[in-house]
């Protein structure tokens, strides 16, 4: 099995599921979404890993209030230290930036 990530995905989106519902909206989704990458992180390729820590444990991290906010960016700084420097400077990445920016202000 290898995860990778694909320019062009091709999938369902079921939006009649109550949000609260969701896997995605689960109060420490990324406590289980980083149990899920340690797990399964050597079948995913580079791509996909920058994409996995950016969009899902990096945002999910940030959203969630019920850890102190130094907490959060403790975290945050730990998975960054992670990605390659080449990442840290792609144009994605700065979107994230600003997510995690908006993210901070919100608390």
């Known amino acids: 099995m290898k995860v990778i ?3 062009d995905p091709q999938i369902i989106y079921h939006a009649d599921v109550p949000k609260k519902q969701r896997v ?3 109060v420490n989704q990324w406590k289980v979404t980083k149990e899920f990458y340690q797990k ?3 079948v995913f390729s580079e791509n996909a890993k920058e994409s996995f820590l950016l ?3 990096v945002l999910g991290l940030i959203e969630n209030t019920e850890i102190s906010l130094v907490k959060r960016i403790h975290y945050v700084i ?3 230290s992670t990605l390659p420097i080449k990442t840290l ?3 994605y990445t700065f979107k994230v930036y600003l997510y995690i920016l908006r993210g901070l202000f919100k608390s």
């Open 78 to 80: 730990k998975i960054f």
């Open 5 to 7: 990530q694909v320019e």
């Open 24 to 26: 995605g909206y689960a």
């Open 40 to 42: 399964w992180q050597h």
């Open 55 to 57: 969009n899902y444990l």
């Open 89 to 91: 400077f792609k144009l």
